[in-house]
């Protein structure tokens, strides 16, 4: 199952270096990038395949990151963001509350349907890189696993420098094998360009 598993996420990497191989240079000759900060609040949760657990619920925690975005209709827009979350779950007569600090590298391709001077309404998706920082708590001998894959969809708005951001990341790996859980994280960010 693990072998399969690893299978799956480097299969999952491949088609996420071919996506950014057939996207990134979309739209991005000669054009200078946007390069910005953001933050924003998440709303995440664990959805597990083990009948094991009940009651899962999710938390609130924040993300602060870096973006920058290259093209001009048609554009990439990779973002390096720390984020946290929590959720609780019960397992057995166990409450369980997991802490969750990663760092989030989603690498978006998008298209402006709204491109003028004065405002832009963009929407985006692409692959999300998941690195745990922490050791959540998690039940029995089995940890969450260090390393995911996902994917997210993004909808934003541009006001001259400032940026607005509702975004739905998908996890696509287990984080615990043994309870099935893949992450689901809701979040809204305000952003500011630098450049």
């Known amino acids: 199952m693990k072998q399969f598993q690893s299978r799956k ?9 071919l996506w950014l191989w057939l996207l990134g240079g979309v739209g991005v000759h000669a054009q200078v990038p ?17 009948d094991a657990v009940k009651g899962e ?18 554009y990439f827009q990779p973002e390096v963001n720390f984020s946290t979350f929590k959720s609780e ?6 409450t369980v509350q997991p802490a969750f600090r ?8 998008g298209y402006k349907v709204i491109n003028n001077d004065h405002m832009n309404l963009r929407l985006s998706l692409g ?11 998690a039940v029995g001998n089995e940890a969450y696993k260090r390393f995911g894959v996902g994917g997210v969809v993004n909808a934003g708005v541009d006001i001259g420098r400032l940026t607005f951001d509702a975004r739905y990341g998908l ?10 859980q893949k992450q689901g994280i809701f979040s809204i960010g305000v952003g500011f360009k630098i450049l």
């Open 57 to 74: 619920s999710g938390k609130a925690g924040w993300h602060v990151g870096l973006f920058t975005r290259v093209g001009d209709d048609f």
């Open 171 to 180: 996890g696509l790996t287990n984080l615990h094998d043994g309870l099935e």
């Open 34 to 50: 946007d390069l910005g900060v953001k933050a924003g609040v998440n709303f995440g949760t664990l959805r597990a395949g083990s």
């Open 127 to 137: 692959p999300d890189v998941i690195f745990n920082l922490n050791k959540p708590e």
């Open 9 to 17: 996420t480097k299969r999952v990497l491949v088609l996420g270096i």
């Open 102 to 109: 990663q760092l989030n590298v989603p690498l978006m391709a």
């Open 89 to 94: 779950y019960r397992y057995d007569a166990t």
